[in-house]
Each structure stands twice: as structure tokens, then as C-alpha cells.
């Protein structure tokens, strides 16, 4: 599909898991498949400051924008909720413009199919599911 809609001739490559992180680290790819990224807490500068920053140690893309590197650090020390997510915001309008990172598949995460019988589940906004509140009825 990629050779016939793009004009793409993709090889794909799997290697194990210690090869493969060697190779990202060392730069060998021209597109890969990302390592699954979960924040660990909920703000943006814990995916677009780490991601996207040229001095980032896991801008695993090599991605470097000076501007964004700019707003990127004025983000992190602004005083300021609404004008430090307005400059979150154009960083990410930024990175998007550039397409310094293409999602291939988005996963379903957000969409959870319980039992009936289970009760209290809930979907968090970091992915990462809470199991202590969940119990079950007798359905």
C-alpha cells in the first residue's frame, strides 16, 4: 500500500528488543516504530519538552527546530497556567507543521469494553489503568 499510495518502498526489519534499542540510539533508522511512550504525569512538557527538544536524550527522530527548542524553554519556567499552555500549544502547532513525528496507528485505549459485571473501572487520563477501585456483581 505504502509503494502503490506513496511511492514508498518499505523493508521492514524486525531485530530483538537490545538490538533494536541499540540501533535507536545510534540513529540507524529512517522511521521506526516508537517505544510506546506514557507520561508520567499529566502535562504537556512531558511529551513535547522530552520528545521534541534537539537536546533531548530521547529525541529518538533527531528532531530539531530552534524556535521550538525556544518556546519549549520559556514554557518550562513560565509563572503564567494560560500563557505556559498557549505556548505549549504553538510549540506542538510547530512540531506538527514540521511533521517531526507521523503516528502510524493510534491505539484504542480511550475505548475500554468491560463485562458487565464489572463495576468502577475507570479510564485515566495518563492510560495507565487504576485497578484498586474495581470490583464485581454477581451478573
Known amino acids: 500500500m505504502w509503494k502503490q499510495e506513496l511511492g514508498v518502498e518499505v ?10 534499542l541499540q540501533d535507536l540510539e ?9 517505544l510506546g511512550w ?5 502535562d504537556p512538557q512531558d511529551f513535547l519538552d522530552i ?3 534537539s537536546e533531548s536524550s530521547i529525541n529518538h527522530g533527531g528532531y530539531s527546530n530552534l524556535e521550538v527548542d525556544g518556546v519549549l524553554e520559556e514554557a518550562r519556567t513560565e509563572p503564567d497556567v494560560v500563557k505556559r499552555v498557549q505556548l505549549y500549544q504553538y510549540a506542538e502547532e510547530l512540531i506538527i507543521n514540521d511533521a517531526a513525528w507521523v503516528p502510524l496507528w ?3 485505549e480511550r475505548y475500554v469494553l468491560i463485562k458487565p459485571h464489572v463495576q468502577d473501572y475507570r479510564v485515566t487520563p495518563m492510560i495507565i489503568p487504576k485497578l484498586r477501585q474495581i470490583h464485581f456483581t454477581d451478573e
Open 38 to 42: 506514557e507520561a508520567d504525569y499529566p
Open 51 to 53: 520528545l521534541f527538544h
Open 11 to 20: 523493508e521492514i526489519q524486525q531485530v530483538e528488543w537490545a538490538t533494536y
Open 106 to 108: 493510534f491505539t484504542g
Open 26 to 34: 545510534q540513529s540507524r533508522f529512517q522511521a521506526f516504530a516508537g
